[in-house]
């Protein structure tokens, strides 16, 4: 939803920033890599109750999310590969963030938030892998659904920051599994529109 909604409309400021900044003597893919390495860091402080700090280090993780691809179009270096080691690294970037929570659960024996959060965990495996595999057989882009990964960052970002982490892994469980249910019933919609031909046969 966020995604749609924006798009690349915060290119304008953020090329402003990356242009008069050391931003400009980085690759794309070091600031996607860098990225990451908060995430990594916002994970260990989930694991050792430091939620707050963890919250702002998450924030600045999703700042270098958005310059990555601002700094790749500003500076004219777009690639494919680049492309991909950024959803690579977004795909770990989720699943290190939700496995803090299940250890840290777990530490605490708190069964009921680990099952909670393994729930969670599938719908954010299973969000970007229905797009992928649908824009495999359809010709649009499959990004409909209420809860893409700016959507599901942010809500991890408030749960930590004013710790209330269970009211939003009720709500990423239910509303993870609702976009996936979303993007297959707009799948669907989309097969219907082409030849039969077309539809007989669909590899695993």
């Known amino acids: 939803m966020l995604s749609a909604k924006f798009g690349h409309r915060l290119d304008v400021p953020l090329s402003v920033l990356i242009r008069n900044s050391f931003f400009a003597k980085l690759h794309p893919n070091i600031l996607t890599l860098l990225g990451f390495s908060f995430n990594l860091l916002a994970a260990v402080l989930i694991l050792y109750d430091h939620w707050k700090t963890a919250a702002a280090v998450i924030l600045i993780a999703g700042l270098f999310d958005m310059l990555d691809g601002a700094a790749a179009r500003t500076m004219k270096r777009e690639t494919k590969f ?17 496995l803090s929570f299940i250890i840290y659960f777990s530490l605490q024996k708190n069964i009921h938030m680990v099952f909670l959060c393994s729930i969670a965990s599938i719908g954010f495996v299973l969000i970007p892998y229905t797009k992928a595999r649908a824009e495999k057989f359809i010709s649009s882009p499959c990004s409909v659904g209420i809860m893409e990964r700016a959507e599901r960052i942010i809500l991890i970002t408030v749960g930590c920051f004013f710790n209330i982490i269970e009211p939003i892994f009720w709500i990423l469980a239910v509303l993870t599994h609702l976009t996936v249910l979303q993007r297959i019933h707009y799948t669907w919609k989309e097969c219907q529109k082409m030849p039969d031909v077309e539809n007989k046969t669909i590899p695993s």
């Open 82 to 98: 680049g492309g991909f080691i950024d959803s690579v690294t977004d795909r770990y970037s989720d699943m290190v963030l939700v």
